[in-house]
């Protein structure tokens, strides 16, 4: 069908898609177990349902039992136990706790830090992993392994069943917890991986002598286990790598190449190599490694799949063929077989591709633009559908969060470069220094430096769409969330006229106040250099100093709209709300949309749209 005979996406159109979720690969090896979610937007949610497709491709059918079809990863290999986490009450919190009598009583009692934590207030309840004897398929009495203890195994606020698992000889739980508490919770980043004999009730800490992260562990059949790894303490964007261990023998798999940073990871079938996701060139590809434990030859990495998209997930692996979730600026999530051979990639599901045919797709382009120190950085441009060159458009400067996440062919149900392209912007969106998959300098280039040449990246990315004569280069914004957020209202003090509007989600502001209310203390630690108190840190003093867009609100007279979620504990409400007082001061048009049952995302369909429709109403009325 003809681009000009489509629709362009909507809001609208962008809540019918199905979200494609894999699952696993059946007991027998011949089908896919996935999940789709679709949005019923008057319900305010996302439905879901399990499918099975055959591997070879083929018609769906609804899987009722999940459980009849995939291997359950709860159950030890020998199906004599069961493991799940259930959230126990360990430390007093409650005015109630306290006061018994009291019980009407609405108070929360804190001695340290780590009082709230991403959306939640602590109430003295930890996640605690539970074993249970299985007696005749039914659960017994479940065993507390971690007992009287205030940690969280699965890890919050994003950890899963991924942090704990059996070894492949039943004997014991394996599982990552950061055992720390209250303040000292709050400045480390310090997780370990632990080993629970199901026996003798004895806990082994295995990573004892790494000091950063250890993560997301797990077993081939020789026992053999695998795990992700951060070296320092206190940076959650240190160099992430596989590691692998026979529990005498420890090898790092990934240590011999410095863009590899490991997003996720699975064992091959044979125990014999691992699959793993990480950024390379502004997308996200497959790789694998061999696993040389017990031999004498060394770890050689191989990437398998190649192409301007991300393979975002690994689904499972049968005999040639490895299924993984695949998407792009213009494609939400679909499965894909990929031949390990070749690294040729057949569609598996088609879930979206009814919607998808009545969509005008986006052309989207690698550009490579020179920054302010002669280096050469990727930058995607996307055009609107049916882009005519010898028109002139809107365009709008995408910066990203993270500060230190890959910007790659991602496909969002809030930041979407469709969506916003196909409103007849075109979007710039710059692998600006801060981001994995260029090595670890560029990576790193970042911390203790948020307002430096991050932003003369941005401004040097807009000065150079800004010459092309397709451009209109009176009618540029600039937009962003987390990182980018603040990156908005920095440049919003530095960008001398260049930009005609802002719009700024759950953004930093003001740098001392941040870092009074924000709660994973070792953020501000290492990416600011430490407290606005510490006089002696040369680094936190530039810092607070040069870095704060507060200290730059003289210079704003720029339109902004400002989003911000009520439940936001990681950039705290308090930074939208300075913004927002700051910008109606000064007499600047800015507009605030408060999100209270929100956190530093945006998970409910009716408050994504009202999102999506605001966003796109104020570029209409300032750009």
């Known amino acids: 069908m003809a681009a000009n005979a489509q629709n362009v996406l909507t809001p609208e159109l962008l ?12 007991k027998d090896g011949k089908y896919v177990i996935y999940t789709v979610g679709t949005p019923d937007v008057a319900a305010n949610k996302v439905n879901s349902k399990t499918y099975a497709i055959p591997l070879v491709g083929g018609v769906p059918d609804i899987v009722m039992d999940e459980n009849a079809w995939l291997t359950s990863d709860r159950i030890s290999p020998d199906g004599k136990y069961k493991i799940s986490s259930v959230d126990v009450k360990v430390v007093k919190v409650a005015g109630s706790d306290y006061y018994p009598d009291l019980k009407k009583s609405n108070v929360l009692i804190y001695n340290s830090l780590n009082y709230r934590h991403w959306d939640t207030w602590e109430d003295g309840k930890f996640g605690h992993v539970m074993v249970a004897p299985l007696v005749d398929g039914k659960p017994g009495k479940a065993k507390d392994i971690m007992p009287n203890e205030p940690y969280d195994c699965p890890l919050k606020p994003d950890g899963g069943d991924e942090d704990f698992v059996w070894s492949a000889d039943s004997k014991k739980v394996v599982y990552a917890c950061k055992k720390k508490f209250g303040t000292e919770y709050a400045i480390s980043t310090n997780t370990d991986i632990y080993a629970y004999d199901v ?7 295995l990573t004892a002598d790494n000091p950063g992260y250890d993560l997301q562990p797990s077993f081939n059949k020789k026992n053999q286990m695998a795990w992700l790894q951060m070296k320092r303490d206190g940076y959650e964007s240190d160099k992430q790598d596989l590691i692998v ?8 798999l990934t240590a011999q190449n410095d863009q590899i940073h490991v997003e996720g990871y699975k064992w091959a079938e ?27 030859v060394q770890p050689v990495i191989k990437q398998v799949t190649s192409g301007d998209f991300d393979v975002d997930g690994i689904v499972g692996q049968k005999g040639n063929m490895v299924v993984v979730s695949r998407s792009d600026f213009n494609h939400a999530n679909e499965l894909y077989t990929v031949n390990i051979s070749n690294g040729q990639m057949a569609q598996l599901t088609h879930v979206n591709d009814a919607l998808y045919s009545n969509i005008a797709m986006c052309k989207t382009e690698r550009r490579f633009v020179k920054t302010v120190d002669d280096k050469q950085m990727l930058v995607w441009v996307i055009y609107p559908p049916n882009f005519d060159p010898a028109k002139k458009y809107p365009a709008l400067l995408y910066c990203q969060g993270g500060p230190q996440s890959a910007l790659t062919q991602f496909y969002s149900f809030r930041w979407n470069m469709q969506l916003m392209a196909s409103n007849g912007y075109i979007i710039v969106a710059p692998n600006r220094r801060g981001m994995p998959g260029y090595g670890t300098a560029w990576n790193e280039a970042i911390s203790k430096d948020h307002g430096g040449l991050a932003m003369q990246d941005y401004l040097n990315a807009t000065d ?30 530095i960008h001398k006229k260049r930009f005609k509007t802002f719009i700024a989600h759950d953004g930093i502001f003001d740098f001392r106040s941040m870092y009074g209310t924000t709660e994973e203390m070792w953020f501000p630690n290492w990416d600011y250099g430490g407290p606005y108190w510490d006089k002696d840190n040369a680094a936190a003093q530039k810092s607070y100093k040069e870095f704060s867009p507060s200290n730059f609100v003289a210079n704003w ?3 902004m709209l400002i989003f911000h979620g009520e439940k936001d504990y990681r950039v705290p409400l308090e930074q939208g709300m300075q913004a927002f007082q ?12 408060v999100m209270q049952d929100e956190n530093h995302w945006v998970l409910h369909a009716q408050n994504a749209l009202i999102w999506q429709h605001e966003f ?7 750009l």
Do not use: H
């Open 557 to 559: 007279d720029t339109p």
């Open 582 to 593: 700051a910008a109606q001061l000064r007499g600047i048009k800015s507009r605030m949309i």
């Open 270 to 296: 044979d125990g014999k190599s691992i699959f793993f996701t990480a950024p390379i060139n502004g997308t996200l590809q497959l790789f694998s490694v061999n696993n040389p434990l017990g031999s004498s």
């Open 15 to 26: 809540w019918k898609l199905g979200r494609v979720s894999g699952k696993g690969i059946s």
């Open 616 to 622: 796109f109403k104020w570029l209409q009325e300032t």
């Open 464 to 493: 150079n769409i800004a010459k092309e004569p397709f451009v209109d280069k009176t009618r540029l914004g600039c937009v962003g969330a987390s990182y980018g957020g603040y990156s908005v209202y920095m440049l919003a003090g």
């Open 245 to 252: 261990t026979n529990g005498t023998t420890k090898i790092n």
């Open 199 to 205: 026996a003798t009730g004895e806990t082994t800490n």
